[in-house]
């Protein structure tokens, strides 16, 4: 078999997917998303744009300590006074790179620099031979390359690799291009460039038209080697290409004779670190690592994948790093399914009693949502003990302003009542902290989503949570007319799952 290509992952998550409104991190919080993309096997991590403001400074500076094996790349425009201080920012990385850009298109020219093509074509050269002074490694990106004119990008990237470019980078800033398009003008840009085959081509795509990752593979067939990229595809607007659609693609479709060098496996776990951190829920429908990116409901597909999972399923959840079952019990279910689940419980039933219990599953799922494993233990003729678990007896918040948020919290367990006051920055945070001080399990809340069932204020609240405990995911669900009511139940149901 052809040795496949290697494509860079040039990791803009900490960057591009940083400039979204309200997904601001800390310094801690993005070295700890930092060290998640060194487990995923990146190659480059964009750090941050150190010009924008002092703590995106200190945390350039604080992920070059504590990274060792990517590149570390820091963002300037193509002006003096960012690329001294994007040099400044790298200085303890091991491997370093000055990243500088500025506008390709007439209408950035124009409008945005009310100036010519010549001066900054004249800017761009200046910019990548100042920045060569400080590292041997320096990117060129001619922003809103999707709707600039393609002989102009060729002399504008010819002059820049003359300067010492080593990596020129085509961005779709608008993400206006259309697959074949993009691929086209790549291909341009790569056949036309004199010095091209010196550096790596880039591609860089923005979702405003939902092709980002579509442009970017399009791109890299047409002969790019680096991806730009973020994790959930997070980033301005519509968000960026997203880096586990594109390792996917790139792994599941072999054929396309690219690959990159990411371990898929831990995949799932940046996705849920970012998610978190960001505050940024992942859509449940979201390619590869959405909440039903896996779950199988229909009986017929469940009927496939029990038979052979690639009946259904073009990649092993496994190699992403999801590990749990994606055979979900609905009214959709059908005998594979439940029998798939009834073993897992330990039950081996022949047909006769398999058609018998899935009568009673029947009737059962058409009244409940979602059929647990209580559910199906009290149809096998089990007695469950449905006072076991957790309960809330009690809650009691006090919030406003000026107060400091506190919330009484009465819970039964397994028929017995424990009660704890807990404080946090708002009322949920403050009984989910009480919850947690009874319950006394190690568990991250990852995702907390409330919706009004309708419009109006008098509504009830349903809220989801998601969180994680033993690298395992459990969902909770709760509705009540008080929001805080109902996230407190959503919490509980669960750790009942976990327990
Ligand atoms: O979208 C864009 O053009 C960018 C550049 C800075 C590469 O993010
Ligand atoms: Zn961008």
């Given at each position: 078999?052809?040795?496949k290509?290697?494509?860079?992952v040039?990791?803009?998550?900490?960057?591009?997917?940083?400039?979204?409104?309200?997904?601001q991190?800390?310094?801690v919080?993005?070295?700890e998303?930092?060290k998640?993309?060194e487990?995923l096997?990146?190659?480059?991590?964009?750090?941050?744009?150190?010009?924008?403001?002092?703590?995106d400074?200190?945390?350039?500076?604080?992920?070059?300590?504590a990274?060792?094996e990517p590149?570390i790349?820091s963002?300037?425009r193509?002006?003096?006074?960012?690329?001294?201080?994007?040099?400044?920012?790298?200085?303890?990385a091991?491997?370093?790179?000055?990243?500088t850009?500025?506008?390709?298109?007439?209408?950035?020219?124009k409008h945005q620099?009310?100036?010519?093509r010549?001066d900054?074509?004249?800017?761009a050269?200046e910019?990548?031979?100042?920045?060569?002074?400080y590292?041997e490694?320096?990117?060129?990106?001619a922003?809103?390359?999707?709707?600039?004119?393609n002989d102009?990008?060729?002399?504008?990237?010819?002059?820049v690799?003359?300067?010492?470019?080593?990596v020129?980078?085509?961005?779709?800033?608008t993400?206006y291009?259309?697959?074949?398009?993009?691929?086209?003008k790549?291909?341009?840009?790569?056949?036309?460039?004199?010095?091209?085959?010196?550096?790596?081509?880039?591609?860089h795509?923005h979702?405003?038209?939902?092709?980002a990752?579509?442009?970017?593979?399009?791109g890299?067939?047409a002969?790019?080697?680096q991806?730009?990229?973020t994790?959930?595809g997070?980033?301005?607007?519509a968000?960026?290409?997203?880096?586990?659609?594109?390792v996917?693609?790139?792994?599941t479709?072999k054929?396309?004779?690219?690959d990159?060098?990411?371990?898929?496996?831990q995949?799932?776990q940046?996705s849920?670190?970012?998610?978190?951190?960001?505050?940024?829920?992942?859509?449940p429908?979201?390619?590869?690592v959405?909440?039903?990116?896996f779950a199988?409901?229909?009986?017929?597909?469940?009927?496939?994948?029990?038979?052979?999972?690639?009946t259904?399923?073009?990649?092993?959840?496994?190699?992403?790093?999801?590990?749990s079952?994606?055979i979900?019990?609905?009214?959709r279910?059908?005998?594979s399914?439940?029998?798939h689940?009834?073993?897992?419980?330990?039950y081996?039933?022949?047909q006769?009693?398999l058609d018998?219990a899935y009568?009673?599953f029947?009737?059962?799922?058409?009244k409940?949502k979602?059929?647990h494993?209580?559910?199906?233990?009290e149809l096998?003729?089990?007695?469950?003990?449905?006072?076991r678990?957790i309960?809330?007896e009690?809650?009691?918040?006090?919030c406003?302003?000026?107060?400091?948020?506190?919330a009484a919290?009465?819970?039964r367990?397994?028929?017995?009542s424990y009660?704890s006051?807990?404080?946090?920055?708002?009322?949920?945070?403050?009984a989910?902290?009480?919850?947690?001080?009874?319950?006394k399990k190690?568990?991250l809340?990852?995702?907390?989503?409330?919706?009004?069932?309708?419009r109006?204020?008098?509504?009830?609240?349903?809220?989801?949570?998601?969180?994680?405990y033993?690298?395992?995911t459990?969902?909770?669900?709760?509705?009540?007319?008080?929001?805080?009511v109902a996230s407190v139940?959503?919490?509980i149901?669960?750790?009942?799952?976990?327990?």
């Amino acid at each position: 078999m052809a040795m496949k290509k290697r494509v860079f992952v040039f990791d803009t998550t900490l960057r591009d997917g940083e400039q979204v409104p309200g997904c601001q991190l800390n310094t801690v919080e993005k070295i700890e998303v930092a060290k998640s993309l060194e487990l995923l096997g990146v190659d480059i991590i964009e750090a941050g744009f150190p010009i924008s403001s002092p703590a995106d400074f200190n945390s350039i500076v604080e992920i070059s300590k504590a990274i060792t094996e990517p590149i570390i790349c820091s963002l300037s425009r193509a002006v003096k006074a960012d690329i001294d201080c994007a040099a400044d920012s790298l200085k303890f990385a091991k491997k370093k790179r000055i990243h500088t850009f500025i506008s390709a298109s007439d209408i950035h020219i124009k409008h945005q620099f009310k100036s010519t093509r010549e001066d900054i074509l004249q800017r761009a050269v200046e910019a990548v031979r100042l920045a060569k002074r400080y590292a041997e490694d320096v990117e060129f990106s001619a922003m809103d390359a999707g709707r600039a004119d393609n002989d102009y990008l060729v002399r504008m990237f010819e002059a820049v690799i003359k300067a010492g470019a080593t990596v020129i980078n085509i961005p779709d800033t608008t993400g206006y291009c259309l697959p074949e398009e993009f691929a086209s003008k790549v291909r341009y840009v790569i056949e036309n460039t004199k010095g091209v085959d010196r550096v790596v081509v880039s591609v860089h795509c923005h979702n405003d038209l939902g092709l980002a990752t579509a442009n970017a593979i399009a791109g890299l067939q047409a002969g790019a080697r680096q991806v730009e990229c973020t994790v959930n595809g997070i980033g301005e607007r519509a968000g960026n290409t997203s880096l586990e659609e594109t390792v996917m693609i790139l792994r599941t479709r072999k054929d396309i004779g690219l690959d990159t060098k990411i371990n898929t496996k831990q995949i799932y776990q940046a996705s849920r670190l970012v998610s978190r951190l960001m505050r940024m829920p992942v859509q449940p429908n979201k390619a590869i690592v959405g909440k039903n990116a896996f779950a199988h409901s229909s009986g017929i597909h469940q009927h496939g994948v029990l038979n052979k999972r690639e009946t259904y399923e073009i990649i092993d959840p496994a190699d992403v790093g999801i590990n749990s079952s994606g055979i979900l019990l609905t009214a959709r279910s059908g005998r594979s399914a439940l029998r798939h689940h009834l073993e897992r419980l330990g039950y081996q039933l022949d047909q006769d009693q398999l058609d018998e219990a899935y009568k009673k599953f029947l009737s059962l799922a058409d009244k409940k949502k979602d059929v647990h494993d209580d559910d199906l233990l009290e149809l096998m003729g089990q007695k469950i003990d449905r006072k076991r678990g957790i309960k809330l007896e009690l809650l009691q918040v006090v919030c406003g302003s000026p107060v400091h948020p506190m919330a009484a919290v009465k819970l039964r367990i397994n028929g017995k009542s424990y009660s704890s006051v807990g404080n946090g920055n708002g009322p949920v945070d403050a009984a989910f902290n009480a919850v947690n001080d009874i319950v006394k399990k190690k568990v991250l809340l990852e995702e907390f989503l409330v919706q009004a069932v309708t419009r109006g204020s008098d509504d009830i609240g349903k809220v989801h949570v998601q969180i994680s405990y033993n690298d395992n995911t459990y969902y909770g669900y709760g509705s009540d007319s008080d929001i805080i009511v109902a996230s407190v139940k959503a919490y509980i149901d669960a750790l009942n799952k976990i327990l």
